[in-house]
C-alpha cells in the first residue's frame, strides 16, 4: 500500500502547489519555478487570492481542482498545514511533499506535538508524507522537480539515488553531481520523517524503482536504526547500498564498568551494523558520490588487482600508491599482454605496471587498444587510466573518443581521470564518461578510492575477502 | 535495579548453559583455597574477586603458575593483605582459584545500547583489549557469516590465524559467538557482559572470566 502510493507520490500525473505564489520570497514561488521548468503532467497551484501564478491559473482551494490530484507539494504555514493534510485527504490525494518546518525539529515543544497531530492526520487518510521540514524530492526518471530549487532539474539522469535526512547535504551533493557528471534517479530528503522513513524508500527502490541502480543513504540519527539496517539486510546483493554516517561519536560509555560498554563507541557499533547488513559505510560526501558514480558507470571487479595506465609517469605513480591503503594491489601482467603493450609503445618509457603511456600521446588507438589488452588480462580486474592535457596532446581525447565507437563495452571496471583546463577537453569527457564501463573523477587518488569501493561493493555481495580492507 | 554477577558465580552460571570453562572455585581462606587447587590439578591460577576491581592485572589481582599447596597459601595471603591494605573500601568477595587456561587471549562482550539494543563485540583480550582496541561489533543476533567476518575485521586476525605457539581453533570461536548470541537472544535481562579473557588454543575456547550484569 505504502510502495504504491510512494510509486505515484514520485512519478505523478498531476500535482497541486499549496502556497504558490509570485513573490520570490515565499516557498511556494520556487516549487512553482521547478515545476514549470520540467514537469509534463498538469500543475495546479492553490492560492486563496485566486490570480495566475507563474502563468498558470490557481485555484482558491484543493477542492475547486477539477479532477484527482496524486502529489501535493504543501509550503503553507505551520499553523495552516492540519488543515491543508485534512482537505488533501478529502481530496484522495495520493502522497504528499510537506516543505513546511516548525514541527519535531524546533526548540518549542509546540513544534513536536504540531508533528503528531499531522502523522495522525496522515495515518487517518493513509498519505504518505515525505517531510516536515523538507526541500522536497527530484525525480529525474519522471522529470519531476518537486523541490525549491529549480537549478536540480540540471542533473543528468541515471541510476544514482540519493536519500539524505538533511536537505543541506542534497544540494551539496546535487551541485557537485552536477558538476561532476554524476547520473541520477532520484534526490530527496526525508526531513523530520513523519511516516516516510528510510526503510520504506529502501523498500520503494529496491523492488519499484527500475531506473535506481545504486543507493546512497546521508544518516545523521535514527532512533531506531535496526528498522533500516534489517530492510538493508533482506535486500542484500540486489542493489548496492551505500551510507555516508554523520554524528559519530568514538567514545564509548566511560562510565560503564565493562570493557565492552567502555569500548563500544557510536561509531563502532555502525560499522559493525552497516557490514552486517550488506550496506557500504563511506566516510566523506565526496566519496559517497565518487562511489555511486563508479557503481552506476562500471561493472564490479571480480578481484583487487589494479593495472595502471597514465599518459604521464607521475599521476600513475600516485595512483599505485593509493592502492595499497584502502585494500588494492597491482597486477601483474601476463608475457601476451606485456608482448601487446611493447608493441603498441615504443621502449623509451616503463612498460610494466603502472604504464607511462607518453610515447603514444599522438596515438590515441593505440592508447584504447593498450587499455584493452589489459583488460583482457586474467590477472587484471580493474584499471585506473589517466591523462593529464597538454598543449601537444590536445587531439588525444577527442581521438579516444572516435577510436572508442567501434570498441565494446568493458566487462571489468575502468575509472578514468582526465584533467585539462575548463573548456578544453569538456567535449569529449563528456562523451566518455559513464559509457561503456568507463567513469571519470577528478584524481587518481579518488579513482583508487572508488575502483577499492567498487571491489568491496562486490566482496560484501559475495561474502568473500571482507577482511582484507579492513586491516 | 539490576545485578552483577562476578567471576566464580559468572563463570558456573555459563558453564551450566552449556558453555565450556575452566574449572573455578571461590575461596574465602587460604586452606580452602589449597584444598580447591589439589581438586583442579596444578598449575592454578588465583584472581581477586571484587565488584570494585575491574582491571585485575593492574591491581594486582592475578597470580597463575602456582605450582603447589604452599605457592597457593602464600599467594593468596600476598594477593588479600596487599588488596586489603592498599584498597580499604573496597569489597572483597574472596579469591578465585583456577585451572590454568593457555592460549591466545579473546574477549567476547555484549552491551545494550539505546539505539541498537543488544550488541556483541569479539575482539584481542588480555591486556590487548585497553591498549590496542582490536574489538569489532555485531547486532544481536549474528549468523555465522557476522561471526566469521567478526574475526576476520580484527587487526590481529593473522597472529589469532596463525599464532606462533600452536594453532587455534578459529572454527570454535566461531561458533562460541554464534552459541553467545542465541544464549543472549533467549536471555534479554542480560544488559551487559565481558567475557575476558577466553583462552583460544587447538583444543577449543575456555572461558577463563567473566561479568555479567543482569536487570
Known sequence: ?471 | MGSLMLSVDAVSFLEKEGFPVLTSFLAAGEDEAAVRAGEIGFPVTLKLSSPDVVHKTEAGGIRVSLRDAAEVRQAFREMVGAFTSDNPEKRLDGVMVQQQGSGTEVIVGMLTDPQFGPVLMCGLGGIFVEAVKDVSFRLIPIEPRDAREMLEELKGYDMLKSPRSGSIDIAAVEEFLLGISTFLEHHPEVREMDLNPLFVSSRGVRICDARIKTD
Request: with cysteine; charged share 25%.
Open chain 1, 1 to 471: 500500500m505504502m510502495v504504491e502510493k510512494l510509486g505515484r507520490l514520485f512519478s505523478p500525473g498531476s500535482v497541486a502547489v499549496i502556497g504558490a505564489s509570485n513573490s520570490f520570497d515565499k516557498l511556494g514561488y520556487h516549487v512553482m519555478k521547478s515545476l514549470v521548468g520540467n514537469y509534463r503532467g498538469r500543475i495546479f497551484p492553490v492560492n486563496p487570492k485566486g490570480e495566475k501564478v507563474w502563468g498558470l491559473l490557481s485555484y482558491a482551494s484543493l477542492e475547486e481542482i477539477p479532477g484527482g490530484v496524486d502529489l501535493a507539494v504543501i509550503a503553507v504555514p505551520a499553523g495552516m498545514v492540519a488543515g491543508t493534510l485534512h482537505a488533501c485527504g478529502r481530496k484522495g490525494v495520493s502522497g504528499v511533499v510537506l516543505i513546511t518546518a516548525g514541527f519535531k525539529e524546533i526548540e518549542d515543544p509546540g513544534g513536536a506535538s504540531l508533528e503528531e497531530e499531522i502523522r495522525d492526520i496522515a495515518g487517518k487518510y493513509g498519505l504518505p508524507i515525505i517531510g516536515p521540514n523538507t526541500f522536497g524530492f527530484v525525480n529525474l526518471s519522471s522529470d519531476v522537480n518537486a523541490s525549491f530549487t529549480s537549478e536540480f532539474s540540471r542533473m543528468e539522469k541515471g541510476g544514482v539515488a540519493l536519500v539524505s535526512q538533511s536537505g543541506g547535504i542534497c544540494h551539496l551533493c546535487g551541485f557537485l553531481a552536477i558538476e561532476q557528471r554524476v547520473a541520477m534517479s532520484k534526490l530527496m530528503s526525508l526531513g523530520n520523517r513523519c511516516n516516510v522513513d528510510f526503510p520504506d524508500l529502501l523498500t520503494y527502490l529496491m523492488d519499484e524503482d527500475d531506473s535506481t541502480r545504486v543507493i546512497a543513504l546521508y544518516i545523521e540519527g535514527l532512533d531506531e536504526p535496526r528498522k533500516l539496517l534489517d530492510a538493508a539486510r533482506s535486500a542484500r546483493g540486489r542493489k548496492p547500498i551505500i551510507a555516508l554516517k554523520a554524528g559519530k561519536s568514538e567514545k564509548g560509555d566511560s562510565a560503564s564498568r565493562f570493557h565492552t560498554g567502555s569500548l563500544a563507541g557510536n561509531q563502532a557499533i555502525w560499522k559493525g551494523a552497516f557490514r552486517q547488513a550488506g550496506i557500504l559505510e563511506v566516510v566523506t560526501a565526496e566519496e559517497l558520490l565518487d562511489t555511486a558514480k563508479a557503481i552506476d558507470s562500471c561493472p564490479l571487479p571480480q578481484g583487487s588487482r589494479v593495472a595502471v595506465l597514465s599518459g604521464q609517469a607521475g599521476p600513475g605513480m600516485i595512483a599505485s600508491d593509493a592502492l595499497e591503503p584502502c585494500g588494492l594491489s597491482l597486477s601483474r601482467f601476463s608475457e601476451k599482454t606485456q608482448r601487446r603493450i611493447n608493441e603498441l609503445l615504443p621502449p623509451i618509457a616503463i612498460r610494466t605496471n603502472p604504464v607511462d603511456m607518453g610515447p603514444a600521446w599522438y596515438n590515441p588507438g593505440n592508447i584504447i587498444e593498450i587499455l584493452r589488452a589489459v583488460l583482457d588480462d586474467e590477472g587484471t580486474d580493474g584499471v585506473i587510466f589517466l591523462a593529464m592535457y597538454a598543449s601537444a596532446n590536445l587531439k588525444l581525447a577527442e581521438g579516444m573518443v572516435e577510436y572508442m565507437e567501434a570498441v565494446d563495452p568493458f566487462k571489468k571496471p575502468v575509472i578514468a581521470c582526465f584533467t585539462a583546463p575548463p573548456g578544453i577537453w569538456d567535449g569529449p569527457i563528456g562523451e566518455l564518461d559513464r559509457k561503456k564501463g568507463i567513469a571519470i573523477l577528478p584524481t587518481p587518488e579518488r579513482a583508487a578510492k572508488a575502483m577499492a569501493n567498487l571491489w568491496k561493493v562486490r566482496a560484501m555481495a559475495n561474502g568473500k575477502e571482507v577482511r582484507i580492507w579492513d586491516r
